[in-house]
């Protein structure tokens, strides 16, 4: 499979934020976010190829409880993905994706593996700021039934905002997390907390690894 790297870190969002985590960056996506931050991992030759049995192999070896598959867009993969989370042993797993891929089959075919790892899903739902408000609904209903994940907004503006705004009603029962673009600053971060204490269901993250400057 292509990678563009493996590294230890803390995670930076999500129901597991602040945990040590391995991280595996798939490379490649098919967005091109107006706001990517792996812009490095998508195109381009800063890629190398490991088969998943190597990459499993070393990462059971790490004391690290939770692993981090990210990207990139590691649905981009999805028969390597699988192998990968396949050999992976007695961990708790995020897959980091961006909402445009179904995630049923994969963790249906996931589970018929009866490994001793839990899957879960850290899944983007793209605003219009974006560039790429892609997302495919039926994560919805599989989120909610299946528990196995959560869904991430990013806002950057007030048009992000709305359209957050819009499809709340749809998410209850799924939780839910929105953070500011980190690099809007201050003011925009008091838009987005106001916007916040207005609603429920829906819980303000502030993207850890930028905070700390980490990868
Ligand atoms: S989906 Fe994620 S990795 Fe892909 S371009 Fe958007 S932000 Fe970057």
Redesign the pocket.
Known sequence: MKLHSVFTSLQGEGRFQGYPSDFIRFFG?N???SY?D?KQ??SGDSFYLETPGSVAEKLNRSDIFDICVT???PFCQPDELLELLKLLRGKRISVET?GSFELEPLYRRFSEAETDSALYFST?WKTPS?G?PLFDERNIGFLKKSGAGWIKFVAGNTEDLDFIDEKLPLLDGVETYLSPVFENGGEWFAAVEKFIKGRRNIRLQLQLHKILGIE
Do not use: I, K
Request: glycine share 14%; with cysteine; net charge negative.
């Open positions: 996506c967005l091109n976010c990517c792996t991992a998508l990207g990139g867009e961006n983007d974006s790429n």
